[in-house]
C-alpha cells in the first residue's frame, strides 16, 4: 500500500513538472521541430508521462511510445489510448527479445532502469542521494529491430531509459535517420559507448543538450570524438542530457530549421 502510495504521488508529481512549463512546452516543440513534420513516424523509448508524446503530436506525427512501467503505461493509456495515431507498447527495449528487471523508483518514477550498474553508480552520487530503487517487477523486453519490423522505419528516436541506452541501440541492425538518447555524468562510458556503435553503422553528426533546457550547446554539429570529448570534460554537476545524432547534419545547426 505504501509503494502504491509513493508511485500515484510520483505520478502526479512527473505530470505536473512536464506538463505544467508552457516555455518548456514551446522550446521542445521547436527541437523537434527541426527534425519532424506532419505524418512522420516518431518513436519515444522510455516515453514516461508522454511530454514528448505530447510534442510529437502537437507536430502532427505519429507516435510509438514504449514504456515498461505499469502505472505509467496506465497514465499513458489515460492520456493518449483514444488517439488512432499513438501506439502504446507496454514494453523495455534491450538487445533481445525476452525479458528483463525493472527496478522502480516509486517516488521518482522518472528514474526506473533495467541497469543495474547505473544504481550502483547512483549511490552516493552528487544529486542523486536521495535516489532508492525499492522495487522490482520482470517486463517484457524486445528490441529496436522488432518495433521497425511492427510499426515502419521512424524518422526520429527519443531514447530515455537510464543507462540502458547503449543495450537499447545493440538492438537495431540498421541506421535510423535522426535520433536522441539521455546521457548522464555518474555513467559517461554508457554515452562513449552509444556514440562508437552509432558512428560503426552510419557516418552521424552529433548535437548535445543539457538538462531540460531544449537547446542545443554546439552552434555547429560535432564528430564522434568532438562529442566524446565534451561530455568528458563536464563537470559533474552537469548531471545529465541528451545527445542528438543525424546522418543530415543540418538540422544539428544552431540557427537551422527543419529541412523541407
Same mark, same amino acid.
Given at each position: 500500500?505504501?509503494?502504491?502510495?509513493?508511485?500515484?504521488?510520483?505520478?502526479?508529481?512527473?505530470?505536473?513538472?512536464?506538463?505544467?512549463?508552457?516555455?518548456?512546452?514551446?522550446?521542445?516543440?521547436?527541437?523537434?521541430?527541426?527534425?519532424?513534420?506532419?505524418?512522420?513516424?516518431?518513436?519515444?523509448? @522510455?516515453?514516461?508521462?508522454?511530454?514528448?508524446?505530447?510534442?510529437?503530436?502537437?507536430?502532427?506525427?505519429?507516435?510509438?511510445?514504449?514504456?515498461?512501467?505499469?502505472?505509467?503505461?496506465?497514465?499513458?493509456?489515460?492520456?493518449?489510448?483514444?488517439?488512432?495515431?499513438?501506439?502504446?507498447?507496454?514494453?523495455?527495449?534491450?538487445?533481445?527479445?525476452?525479458?528483463?528487471?525493472?527496478?522502480?523508483?516509486?517516488?521518482?518514477?522518472?528514474?526506473?532502469?533495467?541497469?543495474?550498474?547505473?544504481?550502483?553508480?547512483?549511490?552516493?552520487?552528487?544529486?542523486?542521494?536521495?535516489?532508492?530503487?525499492?522495487?522490482?517487477?520482470?517486463?517484457?523486453?524486445?528490441?529496436?529491430?522488432?518495433?521497425?519490423?511492427?510499426?515502419?522505419?521512424?524518422?526520429?528516436?527519443?531514447?530515455?531509459?537510464?543507462?540502458?541506452?547503449?543495450?537499447?541501440?545493440?538492438?537495431?541492425?540498421?541506421?535510423?535517420?535522426?535520433?536522441?538518447?539521455?546521457?548522464?555524468?555518474?555513467?559517461?562510458?554508457?554515452?562513449?559507448?552509444?556514440?562508437?556503435?552509432?558512428?560503426? @553503422?552510419?557516418?552521424?553528426?552529433?548535437?548535445?543538450?543539457?538538462?531540460?533546457?531544449?537547446?542545443?550547446?554546439?552552434?555547429?554539429?560535432?564528430?564522434?570524438?568532438?562529442?566524446?570529448?565534451?561530455?568528458?570534460?563536464?563537470?559533474?554537476?552537469?548531471?545529465?542530457?541528451?545527445?542528438?545524432?543525424?546522418?543530415?547534419?543540418?538540422?544539428?545547426?544552431?540557427?537551422?530549421?527543419?529541412?523541407?
Amino acid at each position: 500500500m505504501r509503494g502504491a502510495f509513493h508511485t500515484f504521488f510520483g505520478v502526479l508529481r512527473s505530470l505536473r513538472i512536464y506538463y505544467g512549463d508552457h516555455a518548456r512546452r514551446r522550446a521542445m516543440d521547436a527541437l523537434y521541430r527541426r527534425f519532424l513534420g506532419p505524418g512522420d513516424l516518431a518513436f519515444d523509448v @522510455g516515453a514516461h508521462v508522454g511530454d514528448r508524446v505530447a510534442s510529437f503530436r502537437r507536430l502532427d506525427a505519429r507516435v510509438v511510445a514504449v514504456e515498461p512501467q505499469p502505472a505509467l503505461v496506465f497514465t499513458l493509456r489515460l492520456l493518449y489510448g483514444l488517439d488512432p495515431k499513438v501506439v502504446i507498447e507496454p514494453v523495455a527495449l534491450g538487445r533481445k527479445t525476452g525479458t528483463v528487471e525493472l527496478k522502480l523508483n516509486p517516488p521518482n518514477p522518472t528514474v526506473a532502469t533495467a541497469s543495474k550498474e547505473f544504481v550502483a553508480a547512483a549511490e552516493g552520487a552528487l544529486g542523486w542521494e536521495d535516489q532508492r530503487w525499492t522495487k522490482n517487477v520482470t517486463v517484457p523486453l524486445t528490441t529496436l529491430d522488432a518495433l521497425i519490423a511492427r510499426h515502419g522505419l521512424p524518422r526520429f528516436v527519443k531514447i530515455d531509459v537510464e543507462g540502458f541506452e547503449d543495450e537499447v541501440l545493440a538492438g537495431l541492425t540498421r541506421p535510423l535517420p535522426a535520433l536522441s538518447f539521455e546521457f548522464t555524468t555518474i555513467q559517461r562510458e554508457i554515452a562513449y559507448a552509444a556514440i562508437e556503435r552509432l558512428v560503426r @553503422g552510419a557516418p552521424y553528426a552529433f548535437n548535445a543538450v543539457l538538462g531540460e533546457t531544449q537547446a542545443f550547446v554546439h552552434a555547429e554539429p560535432l564528430d564522434s570524438q568532438g562529442i566524446s570529448r565534451w561530455i568528458e570534460n563536464l563537470p559533474p554537476e552537469a548531471n545529465s542530457g541528451d545527445v542528438y545524432a543525424c546522418i543530415d547534419p543540418v538540422p544539428l545547426r544552431l540557427a537551422a530549421a527543419k529541412p523541407a
